[in-house]
């Protein structure tokens, strides 16, 4: 990886890069990485050579190239100027005293700094050369991405005086490699102010799926020449991950054009007077999480014409199940409605669906739940969504590659059976929390914590205001990690019999037992109450649940310790309504460097419910 400048210079001069070819695919992408030209800007390490351009990511890949497209014509001709090959711009140590650039060659423009590209608007080889900077997908799955940032236009005349009148052509595109095609996000004339005033031209844009290798390139070009001026932008451009491959936080199965299902590429899944037809597929999540935004592709058409239409009124019924047996069982929440009304977004995709041979283009929906639908454990889950506006515009919910080749389809809304299994999947993700949001404001615990919002002093990674209920401390274990206790269910004596406390974060294979009492131990509350060689008992008078062994793996802190406490076992002990219990968990550390071979949880209180 090239050397990074620490600092960005006061003088901003930037292109819009174009990346030769696409950049080599590593991991290490999440949800929310961002690329932004002006921080990952390398400069270059030779006068007049390539080297550094394009520049590298935080992970190491090539991935922002700055360019000039040589020749071509404005915006809406025949031949415009980014239709033409694009050539790589070397690196100038001291462009006209201004310090390092990107240009075409020993001062000579155009230029590209972090923050800065200048398009040189006199005759001959300077009009003729148009700045560029190309970002290129070095994920190696296709992920969705959102692009941020502004182009600020301005003019001057460097040889003095008022700076002349010109409209300037703004250009930004995708281009998908693999299939050849090419969107523009912006593609605009303006005419910016003179010298000292900005006009401020938006680089946002809608979600787009990007594969590796795609390109997306930010160019201008001024649309006349005039003596001894120049039109320059300066840059705040970057891109980044809504939805990053293999992250747990986002769940997808992508739409995929060209896939087929009957000749179809998706699957009826609509309800109306006279044809209902629910659809649902199936996502597994790996422990206790909360659903926060719901995507999905497809297109609609009209049942007699088979052409393309958009139903009246444009709503859709999202319900969210526990699997049962291979099939959807308890509902999860309430349904969905998602509508215009209710924050529903649409874009059209370029994918195609047909109903009869006729084309109809999928659009990308996406809600963001208003209230996040809590999903109680791991395991698998369904998701069914239906059109549910009642008219004769039938909605097909697309296809997707991704899954495990199980969906299912129940036509006339009498319960999903075996009858129903659809050897396919649909395209579809679901953004998650990470798990844990435990002050309920939509923002994951570990982003609180990061961002200062919440405390955490005991560093167990629950914001200390979640912490109410839990007393005295915790003693970190020979791996450095502070075992954690929680719990799951209510302590009730005749309700449903699912109390359940566990211990994380202790070592592997080795024992541990359960302590509760009916009341706390005072000398060991608070985070600096006297210990004994690190080691707090938390509970007065305490009883012991017994000896068990923790899962994980020897000599790591990843061995958990699980304790039904049944209400048969709460009878037995006596415990009454409205007490209140304390319990805290004790394991074995047989390399704990203090020699007791002893650590602990903090405790925790529950009050018994009836």
Not at 90 to 107: K, L, M, P, V
Not at 131 to 157: C, E, F, K, M, Q
Not at 248 to 263: D, I, K, R, Y
Request: charged content about 15%; proline content about 7%; some cysteine.
């Amino acid at each position: 990886m090239h050397m990074r400048r620490s600092m960005v210079g006061s003088v901003l001069i930037a292109a819009l890069p174009f990346l030769a070819g696409p950049a080599s695919a590593q991991s290490g992408y999440v949800t929310g990485f961002t690329w932004h030209h002006g921080l990952d800007w390398d400069p270059g390490s030779q006068h007049g050579g390539t080297d550094g351009n394009p520049s590298d990511d935080g992970l190491g890949n090539a991935v922002w190239s700055h360019m000039r497209f040589p020749g071509g014509a404005e915006l809406g001709s025949a031949s415009p100027w980014f239709d033409q090959p694009a050539t790589l711009l070397t690196w100038d140590d001291d462009y006209f005293g201004f310090g390092g650039n990107w240009s075409r060659g020993d001062d000579q423009s155009p230029i590209v700094s972090p923050g800065y590209m200048q398009h040189d608007i006199v005759g001959g080889p300077d009009y003729d050369s148009a700045p560029a900077v190309r970002w290129t997908s070095p994920l190696p799955d296709p992920t969705w991405i959102r692009v941020h940032g502004s182009v600020l236009l301005t003019r001057n005349n460097y040889a003095g005086g008022a700076p002349p009148q010109v409209d300037v052509d703004v250009v930004l595109v995708h281009d998908d490699v693999s299939s050849g095609s090419r969107h523009f996000l912006l593609a605009n004339t303006f005419t910016p102010p003179g010298a000292g005033a900005e006009q401020n031209v938006s680089l946002g844009a809608p979600e787009l799926l990007v594969e590796s290798g795609d390109h997306l390139t930010l160019t201008l070009r001024a649309r006349s020449t005039a003596p001894a001026a120049q039109v320059y932008a300066i840059l705040h451009f970057f891109v980044q991950t809504t939805c990053a491959p293999g992250d747990s936080a986002c769940l997808c199965q992508f739409a995929m054009p060209g896939l087929v299902s009957g000749g179809e590429g998706g699957i009826p899944s609509t309800q109306n007077g006279t044809w209902n037809s629910r659809v649902a597929d199936d996502f597994t999540v790996q422990a206790e999480n909360e659903v926060r935004a719901i995507t999905w592709w497809g297109g609609a058409f009209d049942e007699v014409s088979s052409v393309a239409c958009t139903p009246v009124p444009d709503e859709y019924t999202l319900r969210l199940y526990e699997d049962a047996g291979g099939f959807p069982g308890p509902a999860v929440g309430d349904p969905i409605l998602a509508s215009a009304a209710s924050g529903l977004s649409q874009q059209l995709t370029g994918h195609f669906l047909f109903r009869n041979g006729t084309p109809l283009q999928a659009r990308r929906m996406r809600l963001e739940l208003p209230t996040p639908v809590v999903l109680p454990r791991s395991g698998k889950y369904w998701l069914e969504i239906v059109e549910s506006s009642g008219s004769d515009c039938y909605f097909l919910w697309e296809n997707s590659a991704g899954g495990d080749l199980r969906a299912l389809r129940d036509v006339g809304s009498t319960g999903y059976g075996s009858e129903d299994v659809l050897a396919l999947d649909l395209g579809y993700c679901i953004e998650l929390g990470d798990g844990i949001d435990c002050n309920n404001n939509h923002v994951d615990d570990a982003t609180d914590i990061a961002l200062g919002t919440s405390l955490d002093e005991d560093a167990d990674g629950v914001p200390d205001e979640c912490e109410a209920r839990r007393q005295c401390v915790g003693k970190r274990n020979s791996q450095g990690a502070l075992p954690r206790i929680d719990t799951s269910g209510h302590p009730t004596l005749t309700g449903p019999d699912d109390f359940v406390l566990s211990a994380s974060r202790v070592m592997g294979q080795e024992s541990g037992m359960l302590l509760w009492g009916r009341a706390p131990n005072p000398s060991s509350s608070g985070a600096f109450a006297a210990s004994r060689r690190g080691s707090r008992l938390c509970v007065l008078a305490p009883r012991v649940t017994g000896h068990q062994t923790a899962t994980g793996t020897a000599g790591l802190a990843d061995g958990t310790l699980t304790f039904p406490f049944t209400q048969d076992l709460m009878a037995a002990a006596g415990w009454l309504v409205g007490e209140t219990l304390h319990f805290q968990w004790f394991a074995s550390d047989s390399a704990h460097p203090d020699g007791t071979g002893l650590g602990h949880t903090r405790s925790v209180s529950v009050v018994v419910l009836p």
